[in-house]
């Protein structure tokens, strides 16, 4: 019997040998690291929308509910989650006591991991990473955010030693609002031009809500909402109608540092949560799990902290590079539209066709909950992916502080 199912699992995969760059990342072989489930919940409006009184910790327990209830995996086997998280110190707790609550075992490990924006795309790479180097067999990441709580500003400026060092160290005290006006500024992107990408944004996601795109990655969960039960299902943020002669009018956000950047054409403060399971391809085909798609790999790159929202032209072409691609080989490309002015900016920049970015709106009409983001990313673009029968996905997001991440993976549910 076990020599039967090694061959059948040996017979799925292909070699790799002589293959061109695409050939060989979509090709398929036991040690690749596949997702089997990616999930997430509504993105839920900051403060005042379905999720605002369930905490990180219940978040982070909701969702991870849904994994085991979805995967059906025995969640013995799971070796280790890693929680994506910004604003919350006590993130490393939550996910720990939130795996065990939710039917993991005491064995299963957790952990959390923070690199603002790509916090949740950082937790993918690093359990990713434990599987490649056989430390675990099978993971979860997670990407979590409960912003109805609070944001993660700085409570003091940073030591003289630091400040006075130099204009970079210095300039990681600048708000998003003003790095994002120092773009558009420097970049000479104009209100108008923000505002029509915004309108865009919007009018895409809300397309892609009234044709149901988004209900097979959103997996529906009960919570309470001053005190009752309430079942969501359906993102919150999306505003049907919004036009740009709408946007047009709406109040600059950030005088004291420009008038370009605004409530409409900025992303929103969002609570939300999403998971990603990944295991091996082999262990994947013995326990008969479904194969979304491949992780092919990751990458981050640092630039000037007052330019942060332009990371992903720099992220990019370094991950593109790495696996000798082209932009012409991307077929979905999920950016995080963290401000209208940096995904004007990548967008052209990095020659992206728009058929093919953020086909379902970004995080201006959806939300960005910011742990939460760079694992969402993954389940909407997957999903996309499915929908046009199309392969390779590239996910990326400018970061906090000057950086940029991106994210490869291939799609093999064609």
């Not at 001053?226 to 969501?232: E, F, H, I, W």
């Amino acid at each position: 019997m076990a020599a039967q199912r090694l061959s059948s699992i040996v017979s799925q995969l292909t070699p790799t040998t002589g293959q061109n760059p695409l050939s060989k990342i979509t090709s398929k072989n036991p040690d690749d690291v596949v997702i089997t489930l990616a999930i997430r919940t509504p993105l839920t409006k900051g403060g005042k929308g379905g999720l605002k009184d369930t905490p990180l910790d219940g978040l982070v327990f909701k969702i991870l509910e849904q994994v085991v209830r979805k995967s059906r995996i025995d969640p013995q086997m799971v070796e280790d989650i890693c929680l994506g998280n910004v604003s919350d110190a006590k993130a490393a707790y939550y996910v720990r006591a939130a795996c065990l609550a939710a039917g993991f075992p005491n064995t299963t490990a957790a952990s959390s991991v923070n690199r603002f924006c790509s916090s949740g795309l950082k937790a993918v790479q690093d359990i990713a990473n434990q599987i490649i180097t056989g430390s675990i067999e099978i993971g979860v990441a997670v990407g979590a955010e409960h912003m109805s709580t609070g944001g993660d500003r700085l409570t003091r400026p940073f030591v003289d030693e630091i400040v006075n060092a130099n204009q970079d160290a210095a300039d990681c005290l600048q708000p998003m609002g003003q790095t994002s006006e120092n773009v558009g500024k420097d970049f000479n992107i104009s209100r108008e031009q923000q505002d029509r990408y915004a309108a865009e944004s919007y009018r895409r996601a809300e397309a892609a809500q009234k044709s149901g795109w988004f209900d097979d990655e959103i997996t529906p969960i009960t919570v309470k909402v001053d005190g009752k039960d309430v079942t969501l299902t359906r993102d919150e943020g999306i505003r049907p109608g919004t036009t740009y002669e709408g946007l047009s009018k709406i109040r600059p956000a950030f005088p004291d540092y420009g008038d370009r950047s605004t409530g409409g054409n900025s992303s929103q403060v969002t609570d939300g949560a999403a998971a990603i399971l990944l295991m091996k391809r082999s262990k994947a085909l013995e326990l008969n799990q479904p194969i979304l798609a491949k992780f092919v790999g990751a990458t981050v790159a640092g630039l000037a902290p007052r330019i942060m929202g332009i990371g992903p032209s720099i992220a990019v072409p370094k991950l593109l590079t790495k696996f000798g691609l082209t932009m012409d080989d991307i077929d979905v490309v999920e950016l995080n539209e963290a401000f209208a002015s940096m995904a004007v900016y990548c967008k052209d920049t990095l020659k992206i066709p728009y058929e093919k970015m953020n086909p379902r709106g970004g995080a201006i009409a959806l939300g960005h909950p910011l742990g939460c983001t760079g694992a969402r990313q993954i389940c909407t673009g997957l999903s996309e992916c499915r929908r046009r029968k199309a392969k390779i996905l590239l996910t990326t997001m400018c970061i906090g502080t000057g950086m940029g991440m991106a994210g490869l993976f291939v799609n093999e549910q064609v």
